[in-house]
């Protein structure tokens, strides 16, 4: 009866909370969400979605620019619904935020505990990285989110050795590849590493055969699961553009010959680029609690490492090709990096015990960083703490939407007594 009684008290404490983040979420993130000018990539994808309701011919349109036609897709039935193409495209950024909190909530709990699982949330309803992108219309956030679904379908797996949800994360990996190519550096989650096989020791390395027989089962559902997100993927290969998809990658990355050749000697001042970006958009402090789940490895009885083994060799795998290959580099190419950032830092938050309460004040000082962030950018757009890659980008250059919409409602006007002509740059 007394086990009753606490297990309903937790799951109406869990109610409560998700309520509570829910609601803290929908203000946030539904707040001005016009306030950003429209974005050049935003403009992008939102004209080839309505091209899409135009033409159905043209569902595959946009994989002439490199790009994977997932999320033009998702962006239909609201462009249809909303009349703002704006708010309609960012709404579906929204809707797909919140998924990604509520997905690695039940990951983390499933890889470490409950406790985890609320901080984890907590930290990313407030991390600035995801703060962002939930309200712009970019294909990152439907990559985060796809890449939210297949963690979460390998926690179950963890928790209950149950394979098919090893099949089941297949599926999310294939949508994450409909969404962008960079989800093909995402197979390192589906290497036979210790957080699948059992027995996996330094005396079944001495005899791999054995090992592979006793987790047979295993490998072929990582195997499976792989050709089933290809098969998914394979849905490209339909249209006449499959080859652009792969042509484009030339003007974002350096090839092997100008990596060997001059490109290897500026790895370092990549490096220290992407990690500067990395940390002070998921906020300074939980970069460097994620950076101190490294202690679990030297500690000879963590139950934990196949977990840490796992996230970090996904992060490395997703990480070095930016490092050693990107010729052109932006902050939201990383965006999928602050999920396992989260995950082992929101560990690591719960662990810390060297002073009573050390964990809730470490959280305090992040949050105060964090809402620092989102209050200055929901109170004046303009005073938002970007990076000064991103304020150029958002803000100040030709690539962003300032001084669009005061330009058509004059041009607009004008037009009811004068003759106009508009003439724009490029097409």
Excluded at 24 to 47: C, G, K, M, Q
Excluded at 120 to 135: H, Q, V, W
Excluded at 382 to 406: A, C, M, N
């Amino acid at each position: 009866m007394e086990q009753l009684k606490n297990k309903f008290f937790s799951n109406m404490s869990t109610r409560l909370f998700f309520i509570l983040i829910t609601v803290i979420y929908i203000l946030t993130r539904l707040a001005n969400l016009n306030s950003l000018p429209v974005f050049a990539d935003e403009a992008i994808y939102i004209r080839w979605s309505q091209m899409i309701i135009g033409d159905l011919s043209k569902i595959f349109l946009s994989m002439y620019d490199g790009k994977p036609p997932l999320f033009m897709w998702l962006l239909v039935p609201f462009l249809k619904l909303i009349r703002d193409p704006l708010i309609a495209s960012r709404f579906l950024s929204v809707l797909l935020g919140w998924g990604t909190i509520m997905f690695l909530y039940k990951s983390v709990k499933n890889l470490f505990s409950r406790q985890a699982g609320y901080m984890a949330a907590i930290l990313a309803l407030t991390c600035p990285f995801l703060f962002i992108y939930n309200r712009m219309a970019l294909i990152e956030t439907l990559l985060t989110f796809t890449l939210s679904l297949q963690i979460y379908f390998l926690s179950l797996f963890y928790k209950t050795k149950e394979t098919k949800f090893i099949i089941f994360s297949g599926l999310a990996w294939g949508l994450s590849m409909l969404s962008k190519t960079t989800a093909f550096f995402f197979f390192t989650l589906y290497l036979p590493t210790g957080f699948y096989l059992q027995n996996l020791g330094s005396d079944s390395l001495r005899s791999p055969v054995k090992l592979i027989v006793k987790n047979k089962k295993i490998i072929f559902n990582l195997f499976l699961s792989g050709l089933v997100a290809f098969l998914i993927f394979g849905i490209t290969k339909l249209s006449v553009f499959f080859p652009f998809l792969f042509s484009r990658s030339r003007d974002f990355s350096f090839t092997l010959a100008e990596f060997l050749g001059r490109e290897y000697k500026y790895m370092g001042v990549r490096a220290i680029k992407i990690f500067t970006w990395v940390g002070y958009y998921v906020s300074p402090l939980v970069f460097l609690l994620f950076w101190s789940s490294l202690v679990a490895f030297f500690k000879k009885n963590s139950t934990k490492k196949e977990v840490l083994s796992h996230f970090w060799l996904f992060v490395l795998a997703l990480i070095v090709p930016f490092i050693a290959f990107g010729k052109i580099l932006a902050p939201r190419y990383l965006l999928p990096l602050s999920l396992p950032i989260i995950i082992l830092a929101s560990d690591v938050l719960v662990q810390v015990k060297f002073i009573k309460k050390i964990n809730l004040l470490l959280l305090g000082i992040v949050l105060v960083f964090n809402l620092y962030f989102i209050s200055t950018s929901l109170i004046n757009i303009d005073k938002t703490p970007f990076l000064e890659v991103d304020k150029v980008q958002y803000l100040q250059e030709w690539s962003s939407g300032h001084g669009i919409r005061q330009a058509f409602f004059y041009l607009r006007d004008l037009a009811q007594t004068e003759k106009v002509f508009v003439g724009t740059e490029g097409y």
